[in-house]
């Protein structure tokens, strides 16, 4: 089965986004506190990484097994 390459070569985990390290960690952190606000907008230019660090947030938000506040990517929903 064919997979377009924007889902094989997209950012899996927080660690792959690249260039957003202060967003990665202020997520982490709302994360590990459990304190994730409401809603988050997430702008700026293409291609910075927006859709793909709002992918990860919502997996790790719902992922069965989260692993120190990242998605595990192997559970049902992280796979879906």
Not at 37 to 65: Q, W
Request: glycine content about 6%; aromatic content about 6%.
């Amino acid at each position: 089965m064919t997979q377009a390459l924007y889902r094989r070569w997209r950012s899996q985990d927080f660690d792959e986004v690249v260039g957003q390290e202060h967003v990665t960690q202020t997520l982490r952190n709302a994360l590990r506190d459990g304190r994730v606000a409401h809603a988050y907008l997430f702008s700026g230019p293409r291609g910075t990484g927006k859709t793909s660090t709002a992918r990860i947030l919502a997996k790790a938000l719902n992922c069965s097994a989260p692993e120190a506040q990242r998605p595990c990517n192997q559970c049902p929903t992280c796979v879906a």
